[in-house]
């Protein structure tokens, strides 16, 4: 046992020394991501076989567990494995804690092998540019690009090549509980910041808080908050300039919407903001189409049957629209390079399979979230999912939210300075010179 | 002095007291966490998020048939006995040899050595995603038993031979110097002399040991990715997912999850006391 | 004793697979993290050498700078609060009073919970608007002074340290094990001379068990020094990075996509606690051997 210990470690340390010599691990070739599931213990042999042999992909997919996309993935994959069932198989390796997931696609690409298949939400420019992603321009110039709404295909590309697939839509509308609405006296939502603050007011005088507010976590509700008061007041074009006026007005409104909330809202995390919002104990709030199934699950007294959305209401003299949305790409989704011909086309099948108009509407259909897809015209949707689509088609414009055209230093800083500036150790001014120094 | 002895009942009435509330004050910090736990575990989601201290309007013994049934918790568990045994006897093994030979024999670069040791506890393992994913794979054994043992193994080093060789320091030097005249030789003395004196201090490196493999979920995470070799912190993980988190499903799983830590402690605390019985070793 | 030839083979052999294995995941990542300390490296693309940059850029951060000085503050209160508990609680179960099995493993049970779970709960405790902490404060009349625990700048590190302090399971075990292994003899001798158990343990207990003693405050004080899973679940640093510590820091600069200054961060850590664990030694390590 000694003597079998000795030399296995022996050869551990060789390899770690090869590997140590690497250099940083940049520059790495990138061919070890495939390796045949089912014999995870005994020997795994690698898939980069002759041509002829059945292709295998690895997913490791967020898309799983209890999540609620999770079932019609499994059917599409599984129908997909059907149907090319002697060329192609792809295997789905559930991750379902979604902050582990991202540490580990990021380590296995730094390491530099990127997964087979893969989604993707922070920094794209970083993937887009990491030169690690399978070039899909050939096939979407083919006739694929006909699947996805108009412009959406722009967000995947990097200097004139398609190299990730938009597909889920994040949009991000205020949704009220128009019972706590009633109650304080109104029968609509306000269509002014002026109205807006009145609505709180009256809701105060009625003994319900107004808003959801968060800076536990990355803050992400409030982070919603202020995108939309950021395009509120300074239009969608405010992101050209991160030192436009309208970002320190925007963090005097966010000292404001402060007043008006649970006292446990600093600190407070998702679950916290959310959950005052399901026990209406507060009336307004800000999340996505991926919130409706929470809303109906877990939401008290029916609490469902209540909630409406609606864009931001008008800021007095800003530059924002009425209607304006705040949309981005929720996820994206890709296909890491192993310079493999046959592996490239198994992942090409692969994602075009996943992008056709039938099963994503089935998909959205089923998990209430919204796709950079055409839809075929059959869907047939939730009633908040249809009213955020025809939202989105009457909106003036559909901009980004903070975090998603913001470096990931920033959306990391953003809930500290966020807590700062809600405790009153940052002015305005403050607040935003400590997310631009981190640019 | 019949004064003097009645002011000594009176501090020792006294200090029994403290000596109880103190005691029971920390049973109740200690037990309260594993109480709520089970009870939230036994809510709705929108109770526990509404009333996090309150208790459940029914009992949802369904949140334990979903945890047990859904997430694959079963299979997940009897590979982190296999994976967290395993390491541990390695562990256990390898450290209790390096211990020895540190704590019972002066060499050159013992001091070094030992310096090293004790500075490998510090390292912080969450920086060391990227080297460890490229040693695991480089070796061929991401997605393998073999490769998460390997690695729970090596990363309880510092912290098995600094508690081993702090235990080992302390067995006498006669004890070993009379088998060293019966004829014992090196290896014959860690056997029958070492081993068993120090048994207190490698069953407690062995316990957190064993924890620490439990309960890892980082390189579980990053170097599994099959359900035949992920472990039980990733099936706890189960119930947590982007958007969302079924707080219930997951609280029951853990309750099923921490099941077989308590039986090892138990198991590995009665070791210690009967190893205990043989006779005291300090002195 | 003399070592012999026989016992230099067996030294080395001994040494020989806790050595490899700490080479392999031990010296190499660390070599490795110090390399990319040195560069700068989103992980994606090429990395440039950029010298001690990383480290220049750190230092100059408050909230690194905020994070050692958090860090610290842990180690000093773990080593010189809570393992001056466990070691009380320890000799007070070694007398077996009543149920003394029932409390050794009792005091055991947080260390086996799940990180998840505890945050959870704590996070819970400390809340503003159903928490349980402010809700025993108006119990007993203290209204006064409950407040949103983890969401004010003053009141949020010291709620995750203190809270901490008193889960002393882990501490009690090694430091019980040790006082159960003093003999018998020592105790009856001095029960022979009456003196009180208070004066036995102090007299007797204390310095017999203090090599455990003293491992445990270094174990704990490297614990406050690589503090990580609460603080990342219960805050994640906030609010206004008061509770941020140095794995944490680190954590965000390479999520942030910079892992040179994330290595730097790793690098520095390893050599405040090496440090701390020197100057542990220097003061209370001679006497023990």
């Given at each position: 046992m000694k003597k079998f210990i000795g030399i296995f470690l022996t050869g551990v340390l060789s390899v770690s020394l090869l590997a140590g010599c690497g250099g940083k691990g940049a520059e790495k070739p990138s061919g070890e991501a495939g390796k045949d599931g089912d014999t995870p213990v005994a020997e795994q042999t690698d898939t980069e076989q002759p041509s002829g042999d059945k292709v295998t992909l690895k997913w490791p997919c967020i898309w799983s567990g209890t999540d609620s996309k999770a079932d019609v993935i499994r059917e599409i994959v599984d129908d997909f494995n059907e149907e090319y069932a002697d060329k192609y198989e792809v295997i789905i390796e559930e991750n379902t804690d979604y902050q582990a997931y991202r540490d580990g696609l990021r380590t296995s690409i730094s390491a530099g092998s990127a997964p087979d298949i893969f989604t993707f939400d922070d920094d794209f420019e970083l993937y887009l540019a990491s030169g690690r992603l399978v070039d899909l321009t050939e096939r979407m110039d083919a006739g694929w690009s006909d699947n996805f709404i108009e412009g959406a295909l722009e967000e995947g590309t990097f200097e004139d090549k398609v190299f990730a697939v938009p597909y889920e839509m994040g949009v991000?509308?205020?949704?009220?509980?128009?019972?706590?609405?009633?109650?304080?006296?109104?029968?609509?939502?306000?269509?002014?910041?002026?109205?807006?603050?009145?609505?709180?007011?009256?809701?105060?005088?009625?003994?319900?808080?107004?808003?959801?507010?968060?800076?536990?976590?990355?803050?992400?509700?409030?982070?919603?908050?202020?995108?939309?008061?950021?395009?509120?007041?300074?239009?969608?074009?405010?992101?050209?300039?991160?030192?436009?006026?309208?970002?320190?007005?925007?963090?005097?409104?966010?000292?404001?919407?402060?007043?008006?909330?649970?006292?446990?809202?600093?600190?407070?995390?998702?679950?916290?903001?959310?959950?005052?919002?399901?026990?209406?104990?507060?009336?307004?709030?800000?999340?996505?189409?991926?919130?409706?199934?929470?809303?109906?699950?877990?939401?008290?007294?029916?609490?469902?049957?209540?909630?409406?959305?609606?864009?931001?209401?008008?800021?007095?003299?800003?530059k924002g629209e009425k209607g304006g949305y705040v949309g981005f790409v929720q996820a994206y989704i890709a296909a890491g390079d192993t310079g493999d011909p046959a592996k490239t086309e198994a992942q090409i099948a692969f994602l075009e399979y996943l992008t056709e108009p039938a099963r994503v509407s089935k998909l959205s259909a089923h998990s209430g979230a919204l796709f950079y897809i055409q839809s075929d015209g059959e869907a047939d949707y939730e009633r908040l999912q249809g009213q955020m689509i025809e939202q989105i088609e009457a909106a003036p414009y559909i901009q980004k939210s903070f975090n998603v055209i913001s470096p990931a230093a920033v959306v990391n800083e953003f809930p500290q300075a966020l807590s700062s500036l809600v405790l009153g150790e940052f002015t305005p001014q403050e607040f935003v010179d400590s997310l631009n120094s981190k640019r | 002095m019949v004064k003097s002895s009645k002011n000594f009942r009176l501090i020792s009435v006294i200090g029994s007291i403290l000596k109880w509330f103190f005691l029971i004050f920390l049973f109740v910090y200690a037990l309260f966490p594993l109480i709520w736990l089970t009870i939230s575990s036994l809510k709705t989601n929108a109770e526990f998020m509404a009333s996090p201290f309150s208790l459940p309007e029914t009992w949802q013994w369904g949140n334990y048939v979903k945890a047990l049934t859904v997430s694959g918790i079963a299979r997940m568990m009897f590979n982190s006995v296999v994976i967290s045994v395993a390491a541990t006897l390695l562990n256990v093994l390898i450290t209790s040899m390096s211990a020895y030979a540190v704590s019972r024999f002066e060499f050159k670069g013992n001091n070094l050595l030992q310096m090293m040791f004790s500075a490998g506890v510090l390292v912080p393992l969450n920086a060391l995603m990227v080297p460890y994913f490229i040693l695991i794979t480089r070796l061929k054994l991401d997605n393998t038993m073999l490769g998460l043992i390997l690695v729970y193994t090596a990363i309880g080093i510092p912290i098995s031979t600094f508690i081993t060789t702090g235990f080992m320091r302390s067995i006498p030097r006669e004890l070993e110097e009379s088998a060293v005249i019966d004829g014992a030789n090196f290896y014959v003395r860690f056997k029958s002399v070492i081993l068993p004196l120090s048994r207190t201090g490698i069953v407690t490196a062995g316990t957190f040991q064993f924890l620490t493999c439990w309960n890892e979920f980082v390189y579980a995470n990053l170097l599994t990715s099959s359900p035949e070799v992920r472990t039980v912190q990733l099936g706890i993980r189960y119930f947590t997912n982007q958007f969302s988190t079924d707080y219930v499903s997951m609280y029951a799983a853990i309750v099923i999850s921490i099941v077989p830590s308590i039986i090892a402690y138990m198991l590995f605390q009665n070791q210690i006391i009967s190893g205990l019985t043989s006779g005291a070793v300090k002195g | 004793m003399k070592t012999t030839k026989q016992d230099k083979v067996g030294i080395a052999l001994f040494l020989l697979p806790g050595v490899a294995l700490f080479l392999a995941f031990f010296i190499f990542p660390v070599i490795y993290v110090a390399g990319v300390s040195l560069t700068e490296w989103t992980g994606f693309t090429k990395a440039s050498f950029v010298g001690i940059d990383n480290y220049i850029k750190i230092f100059k951060d408050p909230v690194f700078t905020r994070s050692i000085i958090n860090n610290i503050v842990w180690a000093l209160v773990a080593g010189f609060i809570q393992v001056p508990i466990a070691a009380l609680v320890a000799i007070l179960l070694s007398f077996k009073p009543k149920g003394w099995k029932m409390f050794r493993t009792v005091y055991f049970f947080p260390q086996v919970i799940s990180g998840i779970a505890l945050a959870t709960l704590w996070a819970a405790i400390f809340n503003a608007e159903y928490g349980l902490l402010n809700g025993i404060l108006e119990l007993v009349g203290l209204s006064g002074l409950t407040r949103n625990w983890l969401g004010t700048l003053e009141s949020a590190f010291p709620s995750v340290l203190l809270y901490w302090v008193l889960y002393i399971g882990y501490f009690m075990v090694i430091i019980f094990a040790d006082v159960q292994g003093i003999s018998e003899e020592y105790y009856e001798a001095a029960e022979i001379d009456g003196a009180s158990r208070f004066m036995q343990s102090l007299y007797i207990t204390l310095p017999l068990a203090k090599g455990s003693i003293v491992t445990c405050m270094t174990l704990a004080m490297i614990n406050g020094i690589r503090q990580f899973e609460q603080v990342y679940m219960l805050t994640n640093g906030g609010p206004g990075n008061r509770t941020s510590v140095m794995v944490l820091y680190l954590y965000k600069e390479m999520q942030a996509f910079s892992y040179g200054t994330s290595s730097a961060a790793a690098v520095v850590l390893i050599f405040v606690g090496s440090l701390i664990i020197l100057g542990l030694n220097k003061t209370l390590g001679k006497e023990t051997h």
């Open positions: 991000t509308p205020i949704m009220y509980n128009k019972r706590l609405l009633a109650e304080a006296g109104w029968d609509s939502f306000p269509e002014t910041f002026d109205e807006l603050w009145e609505l709180a007011d009256d809701l105060v005088a009625a003994g319900i808080t107004p808003f959801s507010q968060m800076t536990g976590e990355n803050a992400w509700t409030s982070m919603l908050w202020y995108s939309q008061i950021v395009l509120a007041i300074g239009g969608p074009d405010v992101y050209d300039n991160p030192e436009d006026p309208a970002f320190v007005e925007a963090a005097e409104v966010m000292q404001k919407l402060f007043e008006y909330t649970t006292g446990d809202a600093v600190g407070a995390g998702a679950s916290v903001s959310g959950g005052h919002f399901l026990a209406e104990e507060t009336a307004i709030f800000i999340n996505g189409p991926w919130y409706i199934g929470r809303l109906q699950e877990d939401g008290q007294n029916d609490m469902y049957e209540q909630v409406e959305i609606s864009p931001v209401p008008l800021f007095e003299g800003g | - | -």
